[in-house]
């Protein structure tokens, strides 16, 4: 099999540079050592692609991305685009970005390292082995709506999904979940929203063909409960565009960080690999940011888009293995940590790791 791969590279804004550098990092260690070769793209997208060409996604990267095997992305945005107009702002860009790319499952696992597991808010008890996959739509319902409007006296958005959005994100769930502990919950608001019983109701449907999953339903101020409460009963979460988006921040902390989560877009071709964090503009610049989020999503862009199965598992075991000696970032600094480090002395551990293991 051809072993080269066409990279791209969308590094953005914030932290962005910062923790795309270490993952490019690992990633260079690893084609070096274990024989495959990396073509990088860089492009540009966000506040950065603003401030050069005027609008946050160039035609450029639109057909940049096309022509790559998959793109590790960073983080967009700040306060210096903030008060630009909705479709101009850098959050515009990345939405713009992965629906060109029809990445519409994006996969967001929440797990919690061994190694960190005094470095939750939550009690240990509750959190060790959690192990949950949140399914999130990323190229739909309200996030991408019309009509929607900004008015004088009032504003408004739409939530809509059709049949065939709810049904290719609800087989990505189920057929992740074989993979798993086989169960899914698919979250909604089927007691408020026409959206959502559309939404369950075509969940239910397509459930029909995995008679090995069990399936449930859980509303989405509940499941925020239960995740909190006792997130030891989810394996695979599926939700919609903004419930997904929510519900993942607040699975990220069941991990101690959210420093610490990667996420996979994939659907249609090309995908898009990126940490669940945004650019953190407070501490962009420092070289404190955690890039292990980053260095993740590099292991899921080697298992999911490249098959380099071998390189994604020593990244993971890299991980672990830098967390079990001690070595944090400032963000987890109060759990265990023997060594505060770095950005870049992370990401020249773990490129360390990956050669020896
Ligand atoms: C995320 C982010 C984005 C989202 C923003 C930056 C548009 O919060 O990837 O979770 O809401 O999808
Ligand atoms: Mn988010």
Redesign the pocket.
Known sequence: MDRNYKIGIIKGDGIGPEIVNEGMKVLDALSANMGFNIEYHEMLLGGLAIDETGVPLPNETIQGVKKCDAVLFGA??GPKWDNLERHLRP?SG??GLRKEMGTFA?LRPAIVYDELVNASTLKANVIKGVDIMVVRE?TGGI?FGQPRELLEDKAYNTMIYTKEEVSRIAKIAFEIALKRDKRVCSVDKANVLEVSQFWRETVIEIAQDYPEVELTHMYVDNAAMQLIREPKQFDVILTG?IFG?IL??AASMLSGSIGLLP?ASTGKGVGLY?P?H?SAPDIAGQGIANPLATISSVSMMLKYALNEEEASVKIDNAIKKALANGYRTGDLSAYDAKEICSTSEIGDIIANYVCKS
Do not use: V
Request: aromatic share 6%; no cysteine; glycine share 12%.
């Open positions: 967009i945005g959050e990345l939405l994006n990323l996030y565009n988006d993942s921040d996420s990126e669940i945004g």
